[in-house]
């Protein structure tokens, strides 16, 4: 049996683990896109008074995709540049925080499961 070094095993990481957001109504219209593989620290890093750079650090890597628009219908910045956090409103955060924490641990063959 030969052992390599591990400088010789190709790089891993940890697989993404997709998920297409269903949100309440009247934010149905929107698509979220999340990564549901992180580390709780993410959520956890959260509080109340959580600035648009924390939520844009802590969430920016598991909300990886969206199509949600102003009141103008001008598209929003990706979820990791903090200007997202401050146009987005508090009612929808809140809708896609819940839907994150829903969705952690429910496997389907679709994002992963068996």
Same mark, same amino acid.
């Given at each position: 049996?030969?052992?390599?070094?591990?400088?010789?095993?190709?790089?891993?990481?940890?697989?993404?683990?997709?998920?297409?957001? @269903?949100?309440?109504? /009247?934010?149905?219209?929107?698509?979220?896109?999340?990564?549901?593989?992180?580390? $709780?620290?993410? =959520?956890? *890093?959260?509080?109340?008074?959580?600035?648009?750079?924390?939520?844009?650090?802590?969430?920016?890597?598991?909300?990886?995709?969206?199509?949600?628009?102003? @009141?103008?219908?001008? /598209?929003?910045?990706?979820?990791?540049?903090?200007?997202?956090?401050?146009?987005? $409103?508090?009612? =929808?955060? *809140?809708?896609?925080?819940?839907?994150?924490?829903?969705?952690?641990?429910?496997?389907?063959?679709?994002?992963?499961?068996?």
């Amino acid at each position: 049996m030969s052992t390599k070094p591990l400088s010789h095993v190709p790089e891993r990481r940890m697989p993404q683990r997709l998920v297409e957001l @269903e949100l309440a109504p /009247p934010y149905d219209l929107f698509r979220v896109t999340a990564n549901l593989a992180f580390s $709780p620290r993410r =959520l956890a *890093a959260l509080t109340d008074q959580a600035t648009p750079t924390d939520l844009a650090s802590a969430m920016g890597g598991v909300i990886i995709a969206h199509d949600i628009v102003d @009141e103008d219908g001008e /598209p929003l910045p990706a979820a990791s540049d903090p200007t997202f956090w401050t146009r987005c $409103p508090a009612d =929808l955060i *809140a809708v896609v925080m819940g839907e994150v924490r829903n969705n952690i641990g429910k496997l389907t063959p679709r994002n992963g499961g068996r």
